[in-house]
Every structure is written in structure tokens, then in C-alpha cells.
């Protein structure tokens, strides 16, 4: 385990990756938990924030529920892929831009307010770079959710319950999401500094991201940590190419597992792309996740179709996804 692990500002985080207090004063709630005053819990998270570890108290959003989005992926030659990989950095549209070890190298999540303009950036970074993008939307969900204990207990999960119908999102759940994008702000009252930006009263604003919690439209609100920051280098994106008529039997069997963050199936991209179930794991030694991942395929099965693993190499980019981003960057 690194040691940053068991920093105290770490691990206060850690405690709050979910289930964020919705109340006036949140931070007195938390610090409460740790014999905390309010003011001394803000100064550990705003160090954490500092170092860069904290990206955000925020939310996790169902995908395709407040907007669009997508995962893409393109096989840049090496002698571009900096190059390319800036390009594609700059659209606001952009939220995670990470280099994969495979021909197809280039990995970065879309999001945006609707299908259209997820399918403009895609065709402008296509069209900027001269390269192909593979789009590549996910069609099922089985556990999403990064909120993984860094003290290591992993054997609790929120599993996706599948392709759940979720209420309507109307123009207020858009307009208090849009202004949560960076996070609530590290003072004693955040939900009243995040009401006066917007125009509501407090408790409205409260009411409100506990609907959205209620009707699964925000599937995890607290600390959004950045996981490399806190030694998690080892991280592989594990591919196979399952049947269809058994994949999402096999993949609830692989989300359960303790080791997996993330689980999910996506459209192939026949003959470029022909896997459909992904899962991440994140670890900090690499012989540990191979091991992890040759374990997980036994286990469930996956040993007996084609795969692929795809470590990470480079963070180009991490960021909130931006629903408000529409025709990107400096195109």
C-alpha cells in the first residue's frame, strides 16, 4: 500500500468518496466522523485539492442521462501522438484523454449536452488529425463507479442495476449540474455559495441533488479523487470479445469481483475493434493486475475468447465531464 495512503487528509477523503452530507454545513458533519472541527476537515481536503489528489466534491452522473457521451479511441503513429493528443485535449468536450499500450493508443471520453455534438467533436477531431476515431458507446452498464477505498476494502460495490429507466431531465437538473462541473467549493456553507451562483435558495439546491440521487441521475456524490496521484500506475483496461447472447451473464459475474472498478459493454468496431465487454482494474504494481486479470477471466470464463489488455502509459487529461461544452475548443 503507499504511504500516502494512510495521510489523514487521504484517508478523510476516502471516507467521503460518497454518501457527501446534504445538509447546510456538510463539512462539520464530516469533520465530526474524524473528531474534526468543520474548518479543520475544509484544510485537509484544500491540501489534498492543492496537491492535485482531490479533483473535485462532486458528482458522478449515470452516463447519458443529463447528456451524451462517449468513449473513443484512435491508432495514432508515435511520432504524432503528442501532437494529436493536445489537439484532442483541448476540446472542453474532452474530460479523459489517457495513451493505452496498443496499436489503437489514443483513449478519450466525450460528453456533451446531446448525441450531435458528441458526433461533431468526433467528426472534428477526425477531420483536424487526418486520423479515424472510433466511436465506441456504451450500450450496458455493470458497475461504474471509481469510488474504490484506497484504504483497500473493495468488497463493498454499488453494482449497476442495469439498463435502469431513469426519470426525465429538465432544464433546473441541468442548470445545477452544469455549475456542480468543478465541484462544491471549500467553505463551511458550499450549497449556499453553489444557490447564490445560480439564482436558488439553499435548501433548493439541496432538495434537488437529492432528487437527483433518489432518481439514480447522480450515482455517487463526494470526493473525486485522482487515482495516479496515489500510486495507481498499474492501471489496464481489459477487453474481450464476447458473444453476445452471454455477455451479460458473464459480466455481472466480472463486475462483482473485488478488483474490478469499472465494467461495462460497448459497441465492437468490426474488423478494427471486435471486443464488446471492458473492465478496468486499477493497481499499483503491474505483475498484480496481470495476475488479477488472469484470475477474473478464469473465474468467470473469459479465459476462452479473444482479449486484450491495454495498460495505461500517459494522462493527457482528467477533468469533469462538461455537460455544458458544446462545438469544443480551438477548432
Not at 467553505?187 to 437527483?212: H, T
Request: charged share 20%; with cysteine; glycine share 6%.
Amino acid at each position: 500500500m503507499n504511504v500516502i495512503a494512510h495521510n489523514p487528509a487521504v484517508m478523510l477523503a476516502d471516507q467521503w468518496q460518497r454518501g457527501f452530507p446534504l445538509q447546510p454545513d456538510p463539512f462539520a458533519a464530516v469533520g465530526a466522523q474524524s473528531g474534526l472541527s468543520g474548518n479543520e476537515a475544509i484544510e485537509l481536503l484544500q491540501s489534498l485539492y492543492d496537491q492535485g489528489v482531490l479533483a473535485r466534491i462532486g458528482a458522478a452522473i449515470r452516463p447519458n442521462t443529463a447528456g451524451a457521451s462517449t468513449l473513443a479511441a484512435m491508432a495514432v503513429p508515435e511520432d504524432r501522438l503528442h501532437d494529436v493528443a493536445m489537439q484532442v485535449s483541448e476540446y472542453p468536450g474532452v474530460n479523459h484523454n489517457y495513451e493505452r499500450e496498443h496499436v489503437i493508443n489514443l483513449w478519450f471520453v466525450v460528453t456533451a449536452d446531446n448525441r450531435n455534438q458528441v458526433n461533431w467533436i468526433l467528426t472534428d477531431i477526425a477531420g483536424r488529425s487526418g486520423i479515424e476515431v472510433l466511436d465506441l458507446p456504451l450500450q450496458q452498464s455493470y458497475h461504474i463507479d471509481l469510488g474504490f477505498s484506497i484504504a483497500g476494502d473493495r468488497t463493498s460495490k454499488n453494482m449497476d442495476a442495469g439498463n435502469v429507466q431513469t426519470p426525465p431531465v429538465d432544464d433546473l437538473d441541468r442548470k445545477l449540474l452544469r455549475a456542480l462541473e468543478d465541484g462544491l467549493c471549500l467553505v463551511m456553507r458550499p450549497y449556499y455559495e453553489l444557490a447564490n451562483r445560480i439564482g436558488w435558495r439553499e435548501s433548493d439546491v439541496i432538495a434537488r441533488l437529492q432528487s437527483l440521487i433518489d432518481r439514480g441521475i447522480i450515482t455517487r456524490f463526494g470526493c473525486i479523487l485522482r487515482h495516479r496521484k496515489l500510486g495507481y500506475l498499474a492501471n489496464a483496461m481489459a477487453v474481450w470479445d464476447v458473444p453476445d447472447d452471454r455477455v451479460d451473464d458473464i459480466a455481472k459475474l466480472l463486475a462483482r469481483r473485488d478488483e474490478v472498478t469499472l465494467c461495462y459493454r460497448r459497441s465492437r468496431r468490426q474488423p478494427i475493434w471486435p471486443y464488446n465487454l471492458f473492465a478496468m482494474i486499477h493497481g499499483q504494481e503491474r505483475d498484480v493486475v496481470v495476475r488479477q486479470i488472469a484470475q477474473a477471466a478464469k473465474a468467470t470464463g473469459l479465459q476462452q475468447f479473444a482479449s486484450a489488455t491495454l495498460f495505461s502509459r500517459s494522462c493527457f487529461k482528467q477533468s469533469a465531464a462538461r455537460l455544458s461544452s458544446a462545438t469544443g475548443g480551438t477548432a
